[in-house]
């Protein structure tokens, strides 16, 4: 069965400071892998993916993830974080299941980063 | 830009009542997503669809059910409110496999 886990429920970090949200998951055969951010009373922003090829991935607002095949983990990291950063974090994978395909989210992580 | 529109932002029902919540996405996906998000649970889908007509179950399906006449509308529907429904419901599109999904701005339900 596909499993995400988000071992963090938050991450405090200093403004300027680099910042990694952690990551890991389970699944059969070659995962697609997601980040999302989501503000408070809002739906979730797509930040980045991993499908294939270069294991960094790029995302929105500086944001990249790192895509660890045998770890099997995909942390999100910023060189630099903000105080806009501040937002809840979720990371998703999908994958074949039954012949049909859905994203599998993960508990979510708090980020705050602090001025 | 993709837009996923969910009718209500916040709605407030009686236990008992019977509930629609609808969404629309404006994109031509095939897929089509509902979750609920509770904290420290994070995202828990209840039914997803892949075609008109079209729906299968999620992980915790029970009390639900969803209805998809047009590709662009997925409907879901509480039959029977109760007060453990309450949570933040969210909507959600999709083209392929290898593409990220696109959300609606969450329903706030609150069963009393």
């Known amino acids: 069965a596909q499993s995400v886990a988000q071992p963090e429920d938050q991450v405090n970090v200093a403004e300027g400071n680099p910042l990694t949200v952690k990551c890991t998951y389970s699944?059969?055969?070659?995962?697609?892998l997601f980040w999302y951010v989501q503000y408070p009373n809002r739906g979730l922003q797509f930040l980045l993916k991993y499908i294939t090829g270069d294991n960094l991935v790029k995302g929105s607002y500086g944001f990249e993830a790192e895509f660890n095949k045998s770890q099997t983990s995909f942390h999100l990291k910023k060189p630099s974080a903000l105080v806009s950063d501040s937002a809840l974090y979720f990371c998703?994978?999908?994958?074949?299941?039954?012949?049909?395909?859905?994203?599998?989210f993960g508990t979510g992580t708090r980020l705050k980063v602090l001025a | 830009d993709v837009k996923v529109t969910q009718s209500s932002r916040y709605l407030v029902k009686r236990t008992g009542e019977k509930v629609f919540l609808e969404c629309v996405q404006d994109m031509d996906h095939e897929n089509m997503f509902w979750y609920r998000q509770d904290p420290g649970l994070g995202l828990r889908l209840i039914y997803f669809?892949?075609?008109?007509?079209?729906?299968e179950k999620g992980d915790i399906p029970e009390g639900y059910s969803v209805s998809r006449e047009k590709k662009e509308r997925f409907s879901l529907i509480l039959e029977s409110a109760s007060t453990n429904q309450t949570s933040m419901y969210l909507c959600?599109?999709?083209?392929?496999?290898?593409?990220?999904?696109?959300f609606g701005q969450g329903t706030r339900l609150t069963v009393v």
């Open positions: 669809s892949y075609d008109v007509k079209m729906k």
């Open positions: 998703a994978v999908r994958g074949p299941t039954s012949g049909t395909y859905k994203y599998i």
């Open positions: 699944v059969s055969g070659n995962p697609y």
């Open positions: 959600a599109s999709s083209s392929g496999a290898h593409t990220e999904a696109f």
